[in-house]
């Protein structure tokens, strides 16, 4: 079974500096890789994803995360964030191809500092 | 397009007691999920739903939690009789026939069980 690991359950940084969050994760077949984001009380939304092709992929906000296959990594980037990046992101996995089930990290909480 | 929808958003009740939970998915998607999201850790897949079939509840505790998907569109998670460990917030998504990999999710219910 698929797995994913975010080793940073909190990362604090200032406005406008840039940021990593870390995803592994673990699977023996081919898989797809997604970044969710979670506003205060509000659900997840989809950040950006790893289907197949390129390995950068990158969201409309600024963000972008690289497929390392042989680091089974999935780290997500932005190289100057906002106030409004305040949130909780969510590294996943599953299995490639549709209805495959999706196993979620344990999220890592974004503090912007001003 | 009108998102996914769930309700109620809070619900606090005693142990021992039932609650039930809403979803309405995004018009057209075939297939929804119901997840469970405990404080600090990420959702948790509950059961998946293809259209009014079940795909995977394999983490469903059976004993006490119940759903349904009648007439393949919206669907009601039962907890009967709720825990202290059942504090949580209960998310559901749906993800569409085209790109079914992406999954939308609603605003979720926090539920606290005292």
């Known amino acids: 079974a698929q797995s994913v690991t975010q080793l940073d359950s909190q990362v604090p940084v200032f406005e406008e500096a840039p940021v990593e969050l870390r995803c592994n994760y673990s699977s023996s077949v081919s898989v797809y890789l997604f970044w969710y984001v979670q506003y205060p009380n509000q659900g997840l939304q989809l950040l950006l994803k790893y289907l197949s092709g390129s390995t950068l992929v990158e969201s409309i906000n600024g963000f972008e995360a690289e497929f390392n296959k042989s680091q089974t990594s999935f780290h997500l980037r932005k190289p100057s964030v906002h106030i409004s990046d305040t949130a909780e992101y969510f590294c996943?996995?599953?299995?490639?191809?549709?209805?495959?089930?999706?196993?979620f990290g344990t999220g890592t909480k974004l503090q912007v500092i001003p | 397009e009108a998102g996914v929808a769930q309700s109620p958003r809070y619900k606090i009740i005693e142990k021992r007691q039932s609650v039930a939970f809403w979803c309405n998915p995004i018009?057209?998607?075939?297939?929804l999920y119901w997840y469970q999201q405990i404080l600090g850790q990420g959702p948790k897949l509950l059961i998946q739903?293809?259209?009014?079939?079940?795909?995977?509840d394999s983490q469903l505790p059976k004993d006490r939690f119940s759903a349904e998907r009648l007439k393949g569109v919206d669907s009601t998670l039962k907890i009967q009789p709720a825990k202290l460990e059942d504090s949580a917030v209960y998310l559901c998504a749906s993800s569409p026939v085209q790109g079914a990999e992406t999954q939308y999710f609603g605003p979720g219910t926090r539920l606290l069980v005292l």
């Open positions: 018009s057209g998607h075939a297939t």
């Open positions: 996943a996995v599953s299995l490639s191809g549709g209805y495959q089930k999706v196993t």
């Open positions: 739903f293809q259209n009014n079939g079940v795909v995977d």
